[in-house]
């Protein structure tokens, strides 16, 4: 938009200039013309082929002018603005994860880096939770937990906080914990603001599980709480054959461990839950043809039995899921791929039970990167509207290979493509891994892990 608007501004100035140089050229004739007769002043005429020129410069002048005052309105329909630059150390870095509301101008999220610099992550620090929260004159970010590194966890990634039941903030930390060799297996963990809260107050860390391997590695993607207090997850590797586990931390018994399933095929994000209590997610590089699946778990007796619902093939219906899904209130599913598709950029799809089986519909192909980045497609769940629009961001696609946030609306069973954002990895941010958050207002919220006034990450916000 910003091209465009300035091609425009340079095409209306040749144009103005023209209109001067007719101009000019028609207020000497007519004092020639006047010289001639030393009488009474006459009314000049226009030779023909000049009005002919300056009426089409000024027909093309309304145009012009029509168009950037259209594209101006487009462009001022949706406004994004960075609300916070990462700026490392207790300004955090690297933010992955998306944004968590508190319906209080608040919003509570976690870094990948930042927080205490010179310990065993070094410089980069081994990540926080943060709250960000609106003042009225801006933005300001309080660290609410500074991860060390041992056995309460490091470098969350990307998994939401999500607060429990009991008003906590829930999430994990890829690596850490000191379950397994290396930097650790991950944990899953609580925080809670203590006695004496206020707004500056450190929360108090609680570890619900460390993992060790066997029982999963690398913890992705928001936890989930069912009806009993459960809480249900994804690793991206570890339990069978490394290749990721679906997890369950059991309230009744203290959060202990039950491994729900081994989908043997990197989960790249969490699972959602219906309203009967079924889980259904993703596999990167699982199912038949390894190019990726989603599976439903249903619960059954004192476990769960999986079914395989459709399997990617890596042709116009995609590759490579990161994203997990998201239900309707219909019980219809949507997710994206990070790759593949007609463009070769991913897709966002749907898919509906009907008769007895899940049929797969495609909503949207994304249009790949030049760069040659296998993900470049959507990372991050999408969201969606009351109005059934569905938004999300890209990872690398976008016109300048960065990124993008996105809008897809339903009209006549088509859905059409709304850039909302191109991230250009300047001062905007890059490289986004986040979801989105809408507020009730339609805003919306998200992060971007490259980019800023630091070149650590931002928050942004784009307001309708």
């Not at 993607?221 to 290749?243: K, P, R, S």
């Not at 958050?437 to 784009?462: C, K, M, P």
């Amino acid at each position: 938009m910003a091209s465009l608007d300035k091609h425009l501004r340079s095409f209306v100035a040749e144009i103005e200039t023209a209109l001067v140089r007719v101009n000019r050229r028609r207020v000497g004739a007519r004092a020639s013309w006047r010289r001639m007769d030393l009488g009474t002043p006459i009314r000049a005429s226009r030779p023909p082929a000049q009005r002919r020129s300056l009426l089409a410069l000024a027909a093309a002048l309304a145009i012009v002018l029509t168009l950037a005052a259209v594209l101006t309105q487009a462009a001022q329909a949706q406004a994004y603005s960075v609300i916070y630059n990462f700026s490392g150390g207790q300004g955090g870095a690297t933010p992955m994860a998306g944004l968590t509301s508190n319906g209080a101008n608040s919003f509570y999220g976690t870094a990948n880096y930042g927080g205490i610099t010179g310990g065993p992550c070094g410089n980069s620090g081994c990540g926080m939770v943060y709250r960000l929260t609106n003042s009225g004159s801006g933005w300001a970010l309080t660290s609410l937990y500074n991860f060390m590194g041992g056995a309460d966890g490091q470098n969350p990634e990307t998994a939401n906080v999500v607060f429990g039941p009991d008003g906590g903030l829930y999430s994990s930390t890829f690596l850490g914990g000191g379950g397994c060799t290396g930097a650790g297996c991950g944990t899953v963990f609580k925080l809670w603001p203590g006695r004496g809260f206020s707004p500056s107050t450190t929360w108090i860390e609680t570890i619900l599980h460390r993992f060790s391997g066997a029982d999963g590695s690398g913890p992705v993607g928001a936890i989930v709480f069912d009806h009993l207090g459960n809480l249900d997850g994804a690793t991206n590797a570890g339990g069978f054959q490394n290749g990721g586990v679906i997890f369950q931390l059991n309230a009744s018994s203290g959060f202990q461990e039950v491994v729900l399933f081994h989908p043997y095929g990197y989960p790249g994000s969490s699972v959602s839950m219906d309203h009967a209590g079924d889980l259904y997610g993703t596999t990167f590089n699982g199912g038949a043809n390894h190019f990726g699946s989603i599976f439903k778990l249903t619960p059954s007796g004192s476990g769960y039995t999986s079914t395989d619902i459709y399997d990617f093939t890596n042709g116009a219906d995609g590759a490579y899921p990161k994203a997990g899904v998201i239900l309707d209130a219909a019980g219809n599913l949507y997710g994206a791929t990070s790759t593949g598709g007609s463009g070769h950029g991913g897709t966002v799809f749907k898919l509906t039970f009907s008769n007895g089986r899940w049929v797969y519909s495609p909503l949207y192909s994304f249009a790949g990167p030049s760069n040659g980045r296998l993900i470049s497609g959507p990372v991050g769940n999408l969201v969606m509207d009351s109005g059934g629009n569905l938004y999300g961001t890209t990872f690398s696609d976008g016109i300048y290979g960065y990124g993008a946030v996105f809008k897809l609306t339903p009209s006549n069973g088509n859905w059409t493509y709304t850039s909302l954002h191109d991230f250009f990895n300047g001062s905007d941010g890059g490289f986004p891994y986040s979801n989105l958050v809408i507020d009730t207002h339609g805003n919306l919220y998200g992060t971007a892990s490259t980019g800023g006034a630091q070149g650590l990450g931002v928050a942004f916000e784009i307001t309708p």
